[in-house]
């Protein structure tokens, strides 16, 4: 099953969670980091990261599936 990564604040760590999970798949210090594991999950999975900023907010979104709304330009 093909599941979202979002990465999410957790107290002072951000989270790895597939969506609607309610356990983190990893917890790491540094959103940088998180957002490198969700990479690599959302590759393998063909899946979309979703990363939230400290409050909780969307904060931008990468596609590694087959995306409804490909992106118009061919730089990447």
Do not use: F
Not at 10 to 37: C, F, M, P
Request: with cysteine; hydrophobic share 25%.
């Amino acid at each position: 099953m093909k599941k979202n990564q979002h990465v999410v604040p957790q107290g002072k760590d951000w989270a790895v969670k597939g969506a609607g999970n309610e356990k983190a798949t990893r917890l790491v210090s540094t959103q940088k980091e998180a957002i490198g594991i969700a990479r690599e999950i959302a590759k393998n999975q063909q899946s979309e990261v979703v990363i939230h900023r400290k409050d909780g907010r969307i904060r931008d979104k990468d596609s590694y599936g087959n995306d409804p709304c490909p992106p118009r330009d061919t730089k990447n």
